[in-house]
């Protein structure tokens, strides 16, 4: 681990820790350092309680069995996805309310993560106002907009792609072949960021 995301680690630790037992806890996993101290600081100005960790895993041994009222989840990171944490999450505590938040956002990864007990799920980027207010909400919104005009071809090829991967348990190879492609050409595929429409 690095000494910057160690002293953040460090610094949100002491503070779910410490003075703040009082404050609404927020576990905040994401793999990126440095969104990590942006968004850990911003929320801590909000009243959380923040505790930081980087991959699932590191989740799992930090939260132990202090299970957050709050967790903020990216979906995409080294090892098991983030889905594998909201489950684990809801498992242990069915209150917790868990927001995904992901740079690769699509309608099969938004389905499962909901199913699995998100409550609330954002496309990067995000700001620490959005993300309060999805922590917040506890129901639907039938006012929510309806997109004007239908997906453009590549954004309906993306989720296309993430509805066979989900239906394959994040298997690429065999997502490559059910969808007819070679593996290589899907893992190209996957590591861009899917259009907005």
């Not at 995301?5 to 793999?31: H, I, Q, R």
């Not at 440095?34 to 799992?60: I, Q």
Request: negative net charge; hydrophobic residues 45%; charged residues 25%.
């Amino acid at each position: 681990m690095c000494e910057d995301c160690f002293a953040t680690d460090k610094a949100y630790g002491e503070n779910m820790n410490s003075k703040n037992k009082d404050f609404p806890s927020l576990l905040l996993v994401d793999d990126d350092p440095l969104f990590c101290s942006v968004l850990a600081s911003a929320m801590v100005n909000r009243g959380f309680s923040v505790m930081v960790a980087h991959d699932v895993d590191d989740a799992l041994a930090k939260i132990g069995d202090n299970v957050p009222e709050y967790a903020v989840v990216d979906l995409s990171m080294p090892g098991p996805s983030g889905l594998v944490l909201v489950e684990r999450l809801h498992a242990l505590d069915a209150y917790t309310r868990i927001v995904v938040l992901t740079g690769y956002a699509s309608i099969a990864t938004a389905v499962e993560a909901i199913k699995l007990g998100a409550t609330h799920y954002l496309a990067k980027p995000a700001d620490a106002n959005e993300i309060v207010l999805a922590l917040e909400r506890t129901q639907g919104d039938v006012a929510a907009g309806i997109a004007p005009q239908p997906m453009s071809v590549n954004r309906l090829e993306w989720e296309h792609i993430q509805k066979v991967l989900a239906e394959c348990e994040g298997n690429i190879s065999e997502a490559a072949r059910r969808l007819g492609m070679h593996r290589r050409t899907l893992q190209r595929k996957l590591a861009k960021r899917p259009t907005r429409s």
